[in-house]
């Protein structure tokens, strides 16, 4: 069953909200880039990526393997929403302006690939879309693969912008005006993607 434009516009709907919301990856190349240039940013985002789509494979074989045993599953998708839930909170909470006080080592690759398996944000995006999405996509690998290489594409399109525009937006983090109304926005947003995702269930 392959997805409708409603299925693929919901799915980067909800990947927007990663990617416009501050976490691991989209502050780490907002920061290297800034202060060491976005070509330097290349190997990072490269390892980025390459991590990514290993911790989408990882997230979709469990999904499909444990597709008979409901609790799983369920269990998968409670942990993305709660994670979803306390990330919003938090961010809505954030009321300290960015300050770069110290110039950042050059990242590379292997760095960018490692951030994901310890990216929390990232656990509980992949968690959520793979339980809330893969159906929608077929609920197989081929379904899979298809939704990580839309999402891939698409948060690679995000984070470069982050990285081409990190010498421009690090003026704007420094405005305490600016954060003070992107964090409880963004926080909301969160907050409100995982309300949905509760109604919506497993």
């Not at 780490?28 to 976005?38: A, E, K, L, N, Q």
């Not at 799983?72 to 009321?95: D, E, K, M, N, P």
């Not at 968690?127 to 081929?142: A, I, K």
């Not at 912008?161 to 305490?176: M, P, Q, V, Y």
């Amino acid at each position: 069953m392959a997805p409708d434009l409603v299925d693929i516009l919901s799915l980067l709907a909800l990947v927007t909200v990663g990617i416009a919301t501050p976490g691991p990856n989209n502050m780490t190349c907002f920061v290297h880039s800034g202060v060491h240039g976005w070509r330097k940013s290349v190997p990072l985002i490269s390892g980025m990526v390459v991590g990514f789509i290993a911790l989408n494979l990882l997230v979709l074989v469990v999904v499909i393997q444990s597709s008979g045993i409901q609790s799983f599953l369920t269990l998968i998708h409670w942990v993305g929403v709660i994670f979803i839930f306390l990330l919003g909170f938090a961010i809505s909470r954030v009321s300290a302006v960015f300050e770069i006080t110290k110039q950042p080592p050059l990242l590379g690759m292997r760095t960018g690939f490692l951030m994901q398996w310890v990216n929390g944000k990232e656990w509980g995006f992949v968690s959520l879309y793979m339980t809330q999405f893969l159906s929608r996509f077929g609920g197989d690998f081929q379904g899979g693969f298809l939704m990580i290489a839309i999402v891939t594409i698409y948060c690679l399109i995000g984070i470069s912008a982050w990285t081409a525009f990190g010498n421009t937006l690090e003026g704007a983090f420094r405005s305490k005006r600016f954060t003070d109304v992107l964090f409880p926005v963004a926080g909301f947003v969160l907050i409100l993607i995982g309300l949905t995702a509760v109604f919506r269930g497993p």
